[in-house]
Structures are given as C-alpha cells and as structure tokens.
C-alpha cells in the first residue's frame, strides 16, 4: 500500500481558506447543527471524560466568541454510528 501524506485539522482548514479565496469566495459558516454534528466525536469524548453540554458549549465559547445553548449539544450530536456516512443525513 502507497503511504498517503495525512491533514492535522489546521492544515485541512489552512488548504481550504486557501481555495476558497482563489475561488473568490467568502469562509465558510455553518449553522449550529452542523456544527454540532462535525464535532460529534469530539462530544462523544469530552462526554465520556464527565464533561456535561454546559462544559462543552463553555469551551466553544470561549474559544469562538460564538454563544450556544448547552440543549443545542443534546439537540443536534450525531451518534457514532450515524457519522461519516454511516446512515444519512445528520438530522435524529
């Protein structure tokens, strides 16, 4: 098997501004639910270490700006066997 070079999440974002300005394009936004749905494993984690939706909508405002409501987590997760392609769309 041919080794293929893997993304850190900071270069994936770093190459995508990049085509996305090339393209005359403005960034990306995302609604809360799918937000919350592209950090789901990083949930299912914090949750597994005793962190509640309060702790986790903290540190997303924290590092954001961008204010939630702790039920925005419960609301829109999408469970392990529902990700990347595994069953449809993110909706429960």
């Keep these: 098997m ?3 070079p893997t993304f850190s999440i900071d270069e994936a974002i770093k190459a995508q501004r990049a085509l996305r300005q090339t393209l005359g394009l403005g960034d990306e936004r995302f609604e809360v639910s799918e937000f919350v749905a592209m950090v789901s494993d990083e949930i299912e984690q914090m949750k597994a270490d005793g962190k509640s939706s309060a702790d986790i909508v903290a540190i997303v405002a924290e590092t954001t ?3 939630m409501d702790a039920a925005d987590i419960d609301r829109h997760y999408v469970p392990p066997e529902r990700r990347h392609g595994g069953g449809g769309d993110t909706a429960r």
Excluded: A, F, K, P
Aim: glycine share 16%.
């Design 2 to 4: 041919t080794d293929q």
């Design 65 to 67: 700006g961008h204010r």
